[in-house]
Nanobody
Framework: QVQLVESGGGLVQAGGSLRLSCAAS????????MGWYRQAPGKQRELVADITSGGSTNYADSVKGRFTISRDNAKNTVYLQMNSLKPEDTADYYC????????????WGQGTQVTVSS
């Protein structure tokens, strides 16, 4: 009942920018928090940024000042603007959304790859 579709990943040179999008489709229930996680080879999945329906944001220290998360509640879409990209940002990026079906539940996207070359 909640499906997430990510787009915007790709290959970029260090110092460049990418904009990721994640849209919730076929949605019955309201979306609460949406966020982005990433996982690099050999590393644990980590929170990059998230944003509540009210617009409160949270960022990992490693991306503060470089990444900006935003959302369009009318479209149930979350964005991640990534600037000043570094090779260490290379990872698979996953969109996550929390919604309510009697209780808070999580939905995950399939992931989109971001590769930053030096």
């Amino acid at each position: 009942q909640v499906q997430l579709v990510e787009s915007g990943g790709g290959l970029v040179q260090a110092g460049g920018s990418l904009r990721l999008s994640c849209a919730a489709s076929r949605t019955t229930f309201s979306i609460n928090t949406m966020g982005w996680y990433r996982q690099a080879p050999g590393k644990q999945r980590e929170l990059v940024a998230d944003i509540t329906s009210g617009g409160s944001t949270n960022y990992a220290d490693s991306v503060k000042g470089r990444f900006t998360i935003s959302r369009d509640n009318a479209k149930n879409t979350v964005y991640l603007q990534m600037n000043s990209l570094k090779p260490e940002d290379t990872a698979d990026y996953y969109c996550k959304a929390t919604y309510h079906n009697y209780y808070p539940r999580d939905a995950w996207g399939q992931g989109t790859q971001v590769t930053v070359s030096s």
